[in-house]
């Protein structure tokens, strides 16, 4: 349902941009998140954005990362940009997706794609 894709290696400073699109029969998308998870830590959420286009950040990232969408093909992003050591982790996207008129959002989480920030 959800494929995320976009991560990699990159240096202290740079920038990557994650891609989450949503397949399958769908009526409505409600909420898109990114999450991650560091080595020994807890999975953390990043940022969201509702479906009206609200975003809301970590404080760790502000003004670092911008969550965007693009309804017509089901897809969030995430531009990193600044990208530090501490940024390097596995990355999930979420989505709480209806699958038909008056039905009940279900979440759905991608694979998860691989950030590493090398100093």
């Known amino acids: 349902q959800l494929q995320a894709s976009g991560g990699g290696l990159v240096q202290a400073g740079g920038s990557l941009r994650l891609s989450c699109a949503a397949s399958g029969t769908i009526f409505q998308i409600d909420a898109m998140g990114w999450y991650r998870q560091a080595p020994g830590k807890q999975r953390e959420l990043v940022a969201e954005i509702t479906s009206g286009g609200r975003s809301d950040y970590i404080d760790s990232v502000e003004g670092r990362f911008t969550i965007s969408r693009d309804a017509a093909k089901n897809t969030a992003y995430l531009q990193m940009d600044s990208l530090k050591v501490v940024d390097t982790a596995v990355y999930y996207c979420?989505?709480?997706?209806?699958?038909?008129?008056?039905?009940?959002?279900?979440?759905?989480w991608g694979q998860g794609t691989l950030v590493t920030v090398s100093s």
């Open positions: 979420n989505a709480d997706v209806i699958h038909f008129s008056g039905g009940y959002p279900h979440r759905y």
